[in-house]
């Protein structure tokens, strides 16, 4: 045991010295926080319009209007050009094309039923089936007036109809910031544990030093225990760093218990930390650990349900997330911190985290081989 | 006297590569014992070897009575090494160095301080300086302190002297003598043939074949022919010119002379007159001791002959 101290001292004494890893250590987190978690937002605001207003009556006028009203549309352009309109379209400048045709004024107004055309650019799935859902839910309120105007709202609140008041849980202003910084913090905890406990041992590797360290009588678990220990701490000092910038500037909500997260990030760091020394034992330079480490950690990161739903996912990529510790972190997180949620909710993703540390940190000692 | 290394019939092979072939050898106790050989001849990895660090593919090692592979862990508590290439921490202080091999080796660098002071005297005034800003000369001496501090009953050592000053060179191997009053053995491996000389038994080795085990005198009397020094102001052209003599079987440049061998192991007035044939005037012919590096490069020519 006294072996791991010296051992995890020396480690310390390391880190602090290197005025680089010292600044990282402390630097990378707080500006990750304060650009990733305003910055990576799937609200979607300011969607560019364009208009081709040939009716140019009270009733098309009234639409277009109400789209202006809206948070979610910039009307951008109006043109009486279809092929201008496409053209916008097409080179990026808008988002969406309404196309109101003459007599859609003249029709309703005649109690017929009016027609529009809206062309959405699609090339990002999400944006448009979002700006085509907002779109359509001002044409419904429209449609709505409509409908009141012609037969008297009177007589529109006698028909019998469905009233939908609902209400968003867990994040009820549907703050997206909420909803990425636990995540944010999950990723920038997997990249410093990562990369810096597999580079630190390559540099080992690289500058000889493991070769009189081999020599010793340092039992294998002792040395890399020593190597995980002091980026665990560091870790643990980022997930605290974080979550006070997140109260700090972004008034981030934390319904469940603190010690639960520090639990969840712990389990998660010596997860990862194990598997990054695994890594390096493969790795003689330092690039090669970069590469391999790059690698993994976008895999990690893009599966692991921090951008995109993991129910979407296909079913390959679900089964691949039992492995992925970072699949649970930010379950973990985001449970814990929007929802409140106790051991015994996540005590699945505990289990399976605990179980996925204890396989790695073995594949690593197992791999590390202090003879040839 | 106690064997510390027993070595029989050890091969190593890194793919195609033969690194060594059929070693056998025998240390005794208290020993300085030198390898001296071209690079690539496999000392690095013999030393590997005894270290622990690699496994033979065939024969047999044992080091202080341990089989090397099965008894590893016994092993490394009692053998110091000291790689070719500096690899302490550079990031460390000499102190920091110095008392992490300590602890790591379950000891204190007070308890072994003796065995260490005259070494570490040397770079003690340096010591919270960090060990990679450290001169070539300092570097070994704390390399070599951090070897010791476990108070080993092997030491082993890679090319210590490799980049390291002539004045430094000296004093270390001054130290190394020193060192036999605490009962280490010690195994060191140079490219310096003049370091050989201060071993008690040398051995030969080239290209993973040991070619010749014995003490530095016994080797420099195994020198087979008459040598004979020669000098002339040309070094160069004095060189050229003796290979083309038809008397003459080797010739290496020896520091400013010329170390020649001759068929019938003597030379007549021909080969004044064939030089000065050549242009080469006052030259001086002496015969010589052979050296150990003549010696070597005799064998070394016996070796690719056969």
Redesign the interface.
Known sequence: MRTIFYLIRKEFIQIFRDKFMGRAIFGVPIVQMLLLVPAVTFEINNVKLCIIDRDMTTESRELVNRLEGSTFFKVRFSTFSEQEANNLLHRGKCDLVLQIPSGFGKETGKGNPGRILVSVNAINAVNAQLSWAYLSGVIRDYNMNIVAENIGSATLASFPQIQVDNRYWYNELLNYKYYMLPGVLGILVLAIGFIFAGLNLVKEKESGTIEQINVTPVKKYHFIIAKMVPFLVIGLIDVAIGLIIGKLTFNIPFEGSIALLFLGSALFLVAVLGFALFLSTFSSTQQQFMFTAFFFIIIFVLMSGVFTPLDSMPIWAQKFDLINPAAYVMRINRMVMLKGSTFHDISREIYSLIVIAIVFTALAVNRYRKTA | MQKIIEASGISKKFGDTQALKDISFEVSEGEIFGFIGPDGAGKTTLFRLI?????PDEGKLEVLGLDSVSG??EL??N?G?M?G????????SVE?NLN??A????TTVKENYDLISDIYSHIEPFRKRLAGKLSGGMKQKLALS?ALIHKPDLLILDEPTTGVDAVSRAEFWGMLRKLRQHNITIIVSTPYMDEAMKCDRVALIQEGSILSINQPEKIREGFSRKLFSVKAPEKYKLIIALRSYPGTITTYPFGDSVHVTFRGDEFNNSLYEYLNGMGISNVEINETRAGIEDRFLELMEKGTKA
């Not at chain 2, 270290?51 to 496994?55: G, K, N």
């Not at chain 2, 290439?85 to 460390?92: A, E, K, P, W």
């Not at chain 2, 602890?103 to 379950?106: A, E, I, K, L, S």
């Open positions: 270290a622990t660090l690699l496994i590893f862990r490394r508590k053998i090494y790689p290439r500096f690899s302490l921490y550079q990031d460390l920091e992490f091999y602890t790591v080796f379950g951090c």
